[in-house]
């Protein structure tokens, strides 16, 4: 099993509809993020968070929002998507080593219609 | 201001052959990690090597090895022997201190084709 898990791994939506996208780990890790990929982009930071009861806003966080529901539970939502939101979706957890590598779900992929 | 920037879109490389992939980064935080990932077609972000600020000998992971260059702000990836299954996008990417909950910035990625 996967380290860190997305779910759902594909999505279409339409205009105006709330989604949730979720992600856990079996890590151990307290850091997680959400990170959106757009072609030609890389990858933006979404939310970042530390602990259940720290959240953080990163570069791109309009018109989405995050819920920290345990230290293995991180979920991104978007209230009422737009087609711009359309996107590959990344959540991502890191420990407190030297390195501090980000370590990957395997993305979720979400088209706004 | 862009904190990593990847100048190469797209690289082409023959199989067997070495390629560098260029990477050049912004900070004024002496403490900093440098990392590059790599993201074939199928999507997964995959984590290739790291340099930190501090290390004095360039990180080397098998057929991976990066450039440090502190003074130009540079961290190359090299590719040596390259495979078919080397064919995929490949991202530079910083952690600066503590900045951002260490998170990491990321370039924009140059895509990597490898012919036979």
């Known amino acids: 099993d996967a380290d860190v898990t997305q779910t759902p791994r594909n999505r279409i939506t339409k205009t105006g509809k709330r989604i949730m996208l979720e992600c856990s780990q079996t890590?151990?890790?307290?850091?997680m993020y959400w990170y959106r990929q757009d072609p030609g982009l890389g990858l933006r930071l979404i939310y970042y968070s530390f602990d259940v009861k720290d959240i953080n806003k990163g570069e791109i966080s309009d018109g989405y929002s995050v819920s920290r529901q345990a230290q293995a539970k991180f979920s991104l939502s978007l209230e009422s998507a737009i087609p711009n939101q359309t996107a590959l979706y990344f959540c991502?957890?890191?420990?407190?080593?030297?390195?501090?590598?980000?370590?990957f779900g395997e993305g979720s992929r979400l088209t706004v219609l | 201001a862009q904190k990593i920037t990847q100048t190469q879109p797209g690289m082409f490389v023959q199989e067997k052959e070495a390629v560098t992939l260029d990477c050049t980064y912004d900070t004024s935080d002496p403490s900093y990690g440098l990392f590059w990932y790599k993201q074939p077609s199928s999507g997964e972000m995959i984590f290739l090597i790291y340099q930190g600020s501090y290390d004095q000998q360039n990180a080397t992971e098998g057929r991976y090895s990066l450039n440090f260059q502190k003074a130009r702000k540079s961290a190359n990836l090299v590719i040596s022997a390259s495979q078919l299954g080397d064919s995929a996008m490949y991202f530079c990417?910083?952690?600066?201190?503590?900045?951002?909950?260490?998170?990491?910035?990321f370039g924009k990625g140059t895509s990597l084709l490898v012919t036979p």
């Open positions: 990417a910083m952690r600066e201190g503590g900045n951002s909950g260490y998170a990491l910035n």
């Open positions: 991502a957890t890191t420990g407190t080593g030297v390195r501090g590598e980000l370590f």
């Open positions: 890590k151990g890790h307290d850091r």
